[in-house]
């Protein structure tokens, strides 16, 4: 396409499932703007009339919204055959591409951006305007982290007599991001929208959905019955104030729930004024940098290493000090980055362990029992990547699987060793290595096993 109406077309942005976005010159006003269209009569007649509806209230009620944090919306046309939509163009990102644990921002950062949505959908709600579709692929940072709320095609129009409103449609929205009043298609106000916005600042924090599942049937049951876990289970390095505000914000029941937007970003400035304003980004690319050199690691994808950073935390532990105690119960465990620790039990000198070496993995791998069995003192000043196992558990199966046979492999390697000293200081054997199995004398007493054919 050359022109979309007045605008001339200069590039194409983005291709969804119903729309295509351009970049276009606006003559009128010598800025770029960015030209959603959509076509019409593709698909069958009620999913064009469907369209059609989503489009005209997008242009309704965007047109009516003039906020900071909400992409504004210049002209809305709807033709016989298609549909355009003319907005402010976003030169920045949107928080899709943040939603992966290897691509997290810095918790500062996302704070702030989550605090400007709060307000602007707060300003939304004062017009009587609900967006119900808040996901990461609708909120674009711009320069200075300045969000911006987009795609307004789901909102309903609390003004309206939703009897009579032919652009209300049931049933829309995004899954994973809907409250539980949502899903059960109850009637919705503002708080609808503060859940979704609490499910995205979850997501931001840690790489990974409050409520996740097979299939949707099971995610949906999980959105009405059950409770999220705590941030801080997954990322033990957050502030523990954030999981009080996320509880609120997930609250299932509504007057438990954030009133409004102002209230969720009253709760969150708190927590952002006991933050350093440092970018640690670079801290985190040095942390994964050390982790991908370690030997331990060798067989973890780089996204398993980035999930790892997020469940652990980063000691720095002088000598003589006790990691792990015998007879003490936990099932925490780790790897030593750097120096080393000694092993003994009952006081006696058992091994010593160095560089990627794992210390405490039997006490996690242990089916039934969580008691130490030794004690883990460091001789050195060592750098130790202490995991928490609680926030471990709700990783993805691909990393618990990685981890269990990284862990595995090692406790079978010095299993071997062991096995190889006592070896060394028993007694000669009864039978030679070129003995048969079965042929031969056998000693009087202790286990006699023998090899039975299948």
């Known amino acids: 396409m050359e022109t979309i109406g007045k605008y001339r077309v200069i590039r194409e942005l983005g291709k969804g499932a119903t729309a295509t976005v351009y970049l276009c010159d606006d003559p009128d006003s010598s800025r770029q703007v960015a030209v959603k269209v959509i076509r019409f009569g593709q698909d069958s007649a009620a999913m064009s009339r469907r369209m059609r509806k989503l489009f005209q209230n997008e242009g309704m009620v965007s047109t009516r919204?003039?906020?900071?944090?909400?992409?504004?919306?210049?002209?809305?046309?709807?033709?016989?055959?298609?549909?355009?939509?003319?907005?402010?163009?976003?030169?920045?990102?949107?928080?899709?591409?943040?939603?992966?644990?290897?691509?997290?921002?810095?918790?500062?950062?996302?704070?702030?951006?989550?605090?400007?949505?709060?307000?602007?959908?707060?300003?939304?709600?004062?017009?009587?305007?609900?967006?119900?579709?808040?996901?990461?692929?609708?909120?674009?940072?711009?320069?200075?982290?300045e969000a911006k709320i987009a795609d307004f095609g789901l909102a309903l129009n609390m003004n309206k007599d939703m009897d009579r409103d032919s652009t209300f449609i049931m049933g829309v929205g995004s899954p994973a991001y809907m409250s539980p009043e949502q899903i059960k298609g109850y009637p919705l106000n503002q708080k609808t929208d503060l859940y979704s916005l609490g499910v995205l600042l979850f997501q931001l924090l840690t790489g990974r959905l409050p409520f996740r599942a097979n299939n949707q049937a099971t995610l949906i049951y999980r959105i009405i019955n059950t409770d999220a876990p705590a941030v801080t289970a997954l990322n033990p390095n957050l502030p523990e104030g954030l999981n009080a505000i996320l509880r609120r914000a997930l609250e299932k029941d509504l007057y438990s729930r954030y009133r409004n937007g102002a209230e969720f970003a009253k709760d969150l400035s708190a927590v952002r004024y006991q933050m350093l304003e440092e970018?640690?980004?670079?801290?985190?690319?040095?942390?994964?940098?050390?982790?991908?050199?370690?030997?331990?690691?060798?067989?973890?994808?780089?996204?398993?290493?980035?999930?790892?950073?997020?469940?652990?935390?980063?000691?720095?532990?002088?000598?003589?000090?006790?990691?792990?105690?015998?007879?003490?119960?936990?099932?925490?465990f780790g790897v030593i980055i750097s120096g080393s620790v000694e092993v003994s039990i009952d006081g006696k000198a058992l091994c010593r362990l160095g560089v990627s070496e794992p210390v405490g993995e039997v006490a996690y791998l242990h089916p039934a029992s969580d008691q130490r069995c030794s004690t883990a003192v460091t001789l050195e000043p060592t750098l130790f990547l202490e995991i928490n196992a609680a926030a471990l558990a709700l990783s993805s199966e691909e990393l618990l699987e990685r981890m269990r046979n990284a862990l595995l492999s090692r406790m079978i390697g010095r299993m071997r060793e062991v096995n190889r000293i006592a070896a060394a200081q028993g007694l000669p054997a009864v039978q030679s290595a070129t003995g048969s199995l079965t042929g031969g004398s056998r000693p009087a007493g202790g286990m006699d096993l023998e090899l039975a054919p299948m």
């Open 279 to 332: 970018d640690d980004t670079a801290q985190d690319t040095s942390h994964f940098e050390t982790l991908r050199r370690l030997d331990f690691f060798t067989e973890f994808e780089n996204i398993e290493i980035w999930e790892v950073l997020r469940v652990a935390v980063w000691r720095e532990v002088s000598p003589n000090v006790a990691l792990i105690r015998q007879g003490e119960r936990n099932k925490f």
């Open 65 to 145: 919204l003039n906020h900071p944090n909400i992409v504004r919306v210049y002209e809305a046309v709807v033709e016989d055959d298609f549909a355009y939509l003319a907005m402010e163009y976003i030169e920045g990102f949107s928080l899709e591409e943040h939603t992966r644990i290897d691509k997290l921002l810095p918790m500062h950062r996302v704070i702030g951006i989550i605090f400007k949505c709060c307000m602007a959908l707060d300003a939304a709600y004062r017009q009587g305007i609900i967006h119900r579709d808040i996901k990461p692929a609708n909120i674009m940072v711009a320069a200075n982290d």
